[in-house]
């Protein structure tokens, strides 16, 4: 398997809730910052929510009220918890973990979990 991999995913109606999971393996989990972005079709991935190896949350301002971001580093795991769907979240969730290296700065990500809110 990849390093990261979503779970989650799925349909649901509008104002319902769905939580995603990323778990991790083959990295330093507690080394890395962790996050979220989303991918609609035909439009780039954007940054959803980012939680970093000390902690600390960044929520785009458009699900902020609405999805949380945690972290269980025993678990190797990130979670997106997602309130309030609308159908504009609708998109691929993909999970990517930023590390550094001696040689630089690197991400990885995650294959994407489907969500679909329905209207």
């Known amino acids: 398997q990849v390093p990261l991999v979503e779970s989650g995913g799925g349909l649901v109606q509008a104002g319902g809730s769905l939580r995603l999971s990323c778990v991790a393996s083959?990295?330093?989990?507690?080394?890395?910052?962790m996050g979220w972005y989303y991918q609609a079709p035909g439009k780039q991935r954007e940054l959803v929510a980012v939680?970093?190896?000390?902690?600390?949350?960044n929520i785009a301002d458009s699900v902020k009220g609405r999805f949380a971001i945690s972290r269980d580093n025993a678990k190797n795991t990130v979670y997106l918890q997602m309130n309030s769907l609308k159908p504009e979240d609708t998109a691929v969730y993909y999970c990517?973990?930023?590390?550094?290296?001696?040689?630089?700065?690197?991400?990885?990500w995650g294959q994407g979990t489907q969500v679909t809110v329905s209207s």
């Open positions: 990517y973990a930023h590390g550094t290296s001696w040689s630089g700065p690197y991400d990885f």
């Open positions: 083959g990295i330093i989990f507690k080394n890395h910052d």
């Open positions: 939680i970093t190896r000390g902690g600390i949350t």
